[in-house]
């Protein structure tokens, strides 16, 4: 679970994000939008698309295709980021089986409309490496208490609920395709119902930060080390709106290392730890240019 010290740095700077909000309400949107690539990116990676974060750029942004380009793999991306934006547009609303099933019918339209907007049944059984999803009898009804019961609980710390939600609803994959994509895309469902800006889980650190956390869920039922992960990728969204919002210059992380003297490998480890306000864009960490470490 998260430890009083993560809590007290999450809550503090959620305090500040809250207070510049008032001033900069549209500042923030626009770096939610600008996300948006990069969020579709990760996550169409993570299932292994081709696709890279340039391409998804040229997709989103500016309607243009590469050739080689499946159909399918647009598709992804133009749904996956219309998913995105509904959540983005409608922040406030209470998590349940039928908007899930809406985000699920938009992610998959187009691409599978067959399976789209509806979990698994009948003899309709999946099967990651050498995980078997829930026996699709039973999906709707195990979806229905997972949701229900984050809905009630009024007890455990925010980040907490989330991970056990994604790790329980991975473990029972409810559709036939596309639930690695909802399950990510819940989360920051989650966090932004909670006023809280959203995270991106990164493709590039799958294999080591992302993937063997659901063997230990299979294993143990822990859940320890995804709240720990959307812990720091929650201080690292906080980090980034807070410097954009307030910083003088941004500049790589690499450059600032130098200008202080510090091992770029150093600088780089307390950055992943979210020891110094540092985040990434585009893939690239960037820090505030006047930040100063304490000892």
């Known amino acids: 679970m998260i430890n009083h010290a993560t809590r007290a740095k999450i809550a503090e ?9 008032k001033t900069y309400r549209n500042g923030l949107t626009e770096v939610a939008l600008s996300e948006i690539p990069e969020m579709v990116y990760n996550s169409n990676a993570i299932e292994n698309s081709t696709l890279s974060l340039v391409d998804t750029e040229a997709i989103l942004m500016r309607d ?21 934006q509904i959540i ?12 899930i099933l809406e985000l699920h019918k938009v992610l998959l339209a187009d691409i599978n409309d067959r399976v789209a907007g509806r979990f698994r049944s009948g003899d309709e059984w999946v099967r990651v490496g050498g995980h078997i999803g829930a026996n699709p009898d039973f999906t709707n009804s195990l979806v229905g208490d997972l949701v229900r019961n984050y809905n009630v609980d009024a ?22 395709d596309g639930n690695g994509r909802i399950g ?11 006023h809280y800006p959203p995270i991106i889980i990164r493709n590039k ?32 969204s906080l980090h980034k709106r807070i410097a954009i919002l307030t910083s003088r210059k941004l500049i790589p992380l690499s450059d600032w290392a130098t200008k202080n003297n510090i091992q770029p490998n150093v600088a ?28």
């Open 13 to 21: 700077l959620q305090s500040r994000y809250v207070e510049l909000e």
């Open 64 to 84: 243009t295709i590469r050739k080689d380009v499946s159909v399918r793999e647009v598709y992804e991306a133009k749904n996956l980021a219309k998913v995105i």
């Open 88 to 99: 983005m547009d409608k922040p406030d609303r209470n998590l349940s089986i039928e908007y």
């Open 155 to 176: 007890e455990s710390y925010f980040l907490d609920k989330i991970a056990h939600f994604h790790a329980e609803f991975e473990t029972i994959h409810p559709f036939c």
């Open 184 to 194: 990510r895309v819940l989360i920051n469902q989650q966090l932004s119902h909670l």
């Open 205 to 236: 650190s799958k294999y080591e930060k992302y993937y063997p956390l659901f063997d230990e869920y299979s294993a143990s039922t822990r859940y320890d080390g995804f709240a720990e992960l959307f812990a720091k990728l929650l201080m690292e």
């Open 268 to 295: 780089l480890n307390r950055a992943a730890r979210q020891t110094i306000p540092a985040f990434r864009m585009s893939e690239k960490w960037v820090i505030d240019a006047d930040y100063q470490m304490t000892v």
